[in-house]
C-alpha cells in the first residue's frame, strides 16, 4: 500500500514525538545504520545462525526487483530492525517490506515532497530510531518517516544548492540527526561558471528537522575572474562530505571525511574531522594530502586553463569518503579511515595524531580508483578493508594496533570468467567498490564482476560465492537483474539469521529491465 504523508510539500516546520528512551538504541541483531552502530563497525556481534561453518549453505530467500527508470543504480544499503527491512530504489520510491518474506509493509514516493522531478532518488542509507527511519535524497533534502507506516513526519531541504547531494548516510544520537552534504557540481563542463558548492555537516532536530548547527567544509566561493569559456570562475569550493559520520559517545565526538577542492584552494581537503557533537566545533582536523583540486574536465583532453591543479600534479580526487571506525588499541582510543589514495590511516581518537598508516590500495590520480571507497569493518579483533580498482582489488585484514597486513586475498581470478559476467569481458573488472562488512568468523564483499562473497575472517579463504548477475523475478512480480555489486549501496547487511544486498551498480552490466535487491538465508 501507499504510505500516508502529512503534506506534498516541505514540512519541516512540522513537530514529531521522539521516543528519547529507544532513540539510538537497536536490538541485537538488528543493522539499524549504514554505519552499523555509532562507532561504524559494520560488525554485526550478535550473529550466531551464519557462521563460518554454516555461511556456505546460504540461500537465496527473496528477491525485490526495480522498475525500469532513468536513474538504474541501486545506492541505498538497507537499514534492518525487528522484522522490517527499510530501502531506498533508483525508481524515486523508499520501501519497507517484509525482512524475512519481502511482504510489502509501506511504501513512500518522494514525489510527495519533490514533485516532477524523475532524478529524485535515494543514494544513502537510511537509519533507523526511535520509531522513525531517516534518509537523503539526490536533491538535499532530509526526510524523517513513521517506520510503522511510513507517514511524512518532516522534510527539510538542507542544501539548495542544484547539484547538492546526500550521499552521507545518517547517524542519530542524543535527539540529532547527523548528515553530510556533497555534490556533483565538479562534473559539470566548460561552459559551467564553476563552482560554488560548499560541502557541509549538519546536526538537525530529529523531532522537527530543524538546524541545530552546521559546520561548512570550505569559505564561501567568490568571483575571481573567468574561464576560458568566458564563464565565471569561483574559487575555493567543493570539499563535499560523502563520508558517513560516527560518534564516539563517551567524548560526545563525532567524526567525518571530506573531500577535494573542485575549483581554488581552501578549507578542509581531504581531511578527518573531529567535531563536537553538541556544537559542531572543531576539536581537531588531520589533513592528509596538502593539495588537492580535480573536477571532470581534469581528466579530458584538450581543457587546457581549466584544469590549473593538473599542471602541479595535484588533480588527485583523493577524497575520504569512507566512512570511519572507532576502535580500542592498546588502550587507547582510535579513529581510522580508508581513503581514495590506497591508505588506511589510524588517528589517536583525542588528538588527531596519527598512530599508523598502512598503503593497502594503489594511488591512482584523476579519480582515485585504486583505493579504499566507502567504508572498512572491525570486528574487535581485526580491521576489513578492500581496494577498488588496485589490480586487482584486494580485500585485507589487517592488526588495528599496528596496521600489519594479516592476511590479503584479490578478488578471485574467475571472476570476470565465471557467471553473468563472463559474457561482458568489455565490462566486467576485478575491483572492490562496495563497503566491507562483517559478523562473527565471517566477512563480506561484494564485487564489479557482479559476485558477492563471504571470507573467513581468520584466513581470508572465500567460504561462499552467489553471482547476481541473471534474471531474478521479485516479490513485487517484476522482473530485474543484478550487475556489479559497489558504490554506497553495495554493502552487505547481516541480521537475523538473513544477508542482503543490492545489486546494481556502475559499470552497468546490460538489463532489459531495472536492478534488485537480494536476501539470502540458511
Known amino acids: 500500500m501507499a504510505a500516508a504523508v502529512l503534506s506534498t510539500c516541505l514540512v519541516g516546520s512540522a513537530s514529531a514525538t521522539v521516543d528519547q528512551s529507544t532513540i539510538d538504541h537497536g536490538r541485537p541483531g538488528d543493522w ?40 538504474k543504480a541501486v545506492r541505498s544499503e538497507p537499514a534492518v530492525v525487528g522484522d522490517t527491512i527499510y530501502f531506498g530504489g533508483p525508481d524515486g520510491k523508499f520501501y519497507a517490506r517484509d525482512a524475512r518474506t519481502g511482504a510489502e509493509r509501506w511504501t513512500f514516493d518522494l514525489a510527495t515532497v519533490v514533485p516532477g522531478d524523475p532524478l529524485v532518488v535515494v543514494w544513502d542509507g537510511p537509519a533507523v530510531s526511535g520509531g522513525t527511519v531517516y534518509f537523503g535524497d539526490t536533491r538535499g533534502h532530509v526526510y524523517a518517516l513513521a517506520a510503522g507506516t511510513g507517514q511524512l513526519r518532516w522534510a527539510r531541504q538542507i542544501d539548495a544548492h542544484p547539484t547538492a547531494t ?16 556533497s555534490s556533483l557540481e565538479n562534473l559539470l563542463g566548460r561552459e559551467y561558471p564553476c563552482c560554488t558548492f560548499r560541502g557541509h555537516i549538519d546536526a538537525l532536530d530529529a523531532g522537527t528537522g530543524e538546524l541545530v548547527w552546521r559546520h561548512h567544509t570550505v569559505p564561501q566561493p567568490r568571483a575571481v575572474g573567468a574561464w576560458p569559456s568566458g564563464a565565471t570562475k569561483f574559487e575555493p569550493s567543493g570539499v563535499g562530505v560523502w563520508s558517513s559520520p560516527v560518534i564516539d559517545p563517551r567524548t560526545d565526538t563525532l567524526y567525518i571525511g571530506t573531500g577535494q577542492n573542485y575549483s581554488g584552494r581552501g578549507g578542509d581537503v581531504d581531511s578527518l574531522l573531529a567535531l563536537d557533537a553538541r556544537t559542531g566545533a572543531v576539536r581537531w582536523r588531520n589533513q ?18 581549466y584544469c590549473p591543479s593538473r599542471d602541479d600534479g595535484t588533480a588527485l580526487d583523493y577524497d575520504i569518503g569512507a566512512t570511519p571506525n572507532i576502535f580500542t588499541a592498546d588502550g587507547r582510543t582510535v579513529v581510522g579511515v580508508g581513503q581514495k589514495n590506497g591508505v588506511y590511516h589510524a588517528f589517536d581518537a583525542r588528538t588527531g595524531e596519527v598512530v599508523w598508516r598502512r598503503q593497502l590500495g594503489v594511488a591512482i590520480p584523476g579519480g582515485g580508483l585504486g583505493g579504499i571507497q566507502w567504508g572498512s569493518s572491525y570486528d574487535g579483533r581485526r580491521l576489513y578493508a578492500a581496494t577498488y580498482f588496485a589490480g586487482p582489488g584486494t580485500l585485507f585484514a589487517l592488526d588495528p594496533r599496528t596496521g600489519r597486513v594479516l592476511w590479503r586475498t584479490p578478488n578471485p581470478a574467475d571472476g570476470c570468467t565465471t557467471g553473468g559476467a563472463a559474457a561482458h569481458p568489455e565490462i566486467c573488472a576485478l575491483a572492490h567498490g562496495a563497503a566491507t562488512s562483517s559478523s562473527p568468523g565471517v566477512v563480506y564483499q561484494g564485487s564489479n564482476d557482479g559476485k558477492v562473497r563471504a571470507y573467513s575472517a581468520r584466513t581470508g579463504r572465500v567460504l561462499w560465492t552467489f553471482d547476481t548477475i541473471r534474471d531474478f523475478t521479485g516479490v513485487n512480480g517484476l522482473v530485474g537483474r543484478g550487475s556489479a555489486i559497489s558504490g554506497t549501496g553495495g554493502g552487505v547487511v547481516i541480521s537475523h539469521g538473513m544477508v542482503y544486498v543490492q545489486s546494481g551498480y556502475i559499470p552497468e552490466y546490460p538489463t532489459p529491465g531495472g536492478h534488485v535487491l537480494l536476501a539470502f538465508g540458511l
Open 288 to 305: 592528509t594530502v596538502s593539495a588537492d583540486t580535480w573536477r571532470m574536465l581534469c581528466n579530458e583532453p584538450d581543457t587546457e586553463g
Open 32 to 71: 539499524p545504520t549504514w554505519q552499523r552502530d555509532l562507532a561504524g563497525s559494520r560488525h554485526n556481534a550478535a550473529e550466531w545462525r551464519i557462521n563460518p561453518h554454516t555461511v556456505g549453505r546460504l540461500k537465496l530467500k527473496w528477491a525485490f526487483a526495480y522498475p525500469p527508470s532513468p536513474n
Open 166 to 181: 546526500v550521499t552521507s548516510s545518517p547517524i542519530v544520537y542524543r535527539g540529532r540527526v547527523y548528515v553530510g552534504v
